[in-house]
């Protein structure tokens, strides 16, 4: 079965900052990737997928992420962080089959301080 | 659309009554899915249905967990008796084809049991 790491639970970061939260994925032949966030009092909604093509992956509000197949990794980034990006973020894993499930990690909560 | 629709967004009930919630997928997603979110174990997947067909049930906690797909628009998640160590946030989310495609997730509905 698939499994998501999440490494770290909570990151802090001061404004404009550049931040990376880390995903790992249990290996397979085929893997979808995903990464959701969530505002405090809300549903999940997504930043960005990654289903094939090009390994470097660009979402909504500046966040871009990276798949290494070698190091089974979806390491989510932005360059320069606001305050309102302060939420929790989900990673999330489908082996792509015809009736895949999709598995998060734990979330990381990042907190963006002025 | 207006999205994955969940009812209620609130319930309070006393342990061991009967709890029911409600799921209204975006028409034309032929996937379902059910997860709980709580602080002590995250996002868990509990079912989730492709075509109305439950496919994998596993996460589903103990037999007073259950869960149906009467037709393509309409899920329940049923909790019969209630326990206190239910209460958590109940998620429902859809997608058009599970595991190819992001899953869209309902607001949520927060079930405090006491």
């Known amino acids: 079965a698939q499994s998501v790491t999440q490494l770290d639970s909570q990151v802090p970061v001061f404004e404009e900052a550049p931040v990376e939260l880390r995903c790992n994925y249990s290996s397979s032949v085929s893997v979808y990737l995903f990464w959701y966030v969530q505002y405090p009092n809300q549903g999940l909604q997504l930043l960005l997928k990654y289903l094939s093509g090009s390994t470097l992956v660009k979402g909504i509000n500046g966040f871009e992420a990276e798949f290494n197949k070698s190091q089974t990794s979806f390491h989510l980034r932005k360059p320069s962080v606001h305050i309102s990006d302060t939420a929790e973020y989900f990673c999330a894993v489908s082996d792509g089959g015809s009736q895949g499930n999709l598995i998060f990690g734990k979330g990381t909560k990042l907190s963006v301080k002025p | 659309d207006a999205g994955v629709i969940q009812s209620p967004r609130h319930e309070v009930t006393e342990m061991g009554q009967e709890v029911t919630l409600r799921c209204k997928p975006i028409s034309g997603h032929n996937s379902l899915f059910w997860y709980r979110q709580t602080m002590m174990r995250g996002l868990e997947l509990l079912i989730y249905?492709?075509?109305?067909?439950?496919?994998?049930d596993s996460g589903m906690p103990e037999d007073r967990f259950s869960a149906k797909m009467p037709n393509a628009s309409f899920s329940t998640l049923k909790i019969q008796p209630s326990e206190p160590r239910d209460s958590a946030v109940y998620f429902c989310?859809?997608?058009?084809?599970?595991?190819?495609?992001?899953?869209?997730f309902g607001q949520g509905t927060r079930l405090t049991v006491v």
């Open positions: 989310a859809s997608s058009f084809r599970a595991g190819w495609t992001e899953a869209f």
């Open positions: 249905f492709n075509n109305n067909v439950p496919i994998d």
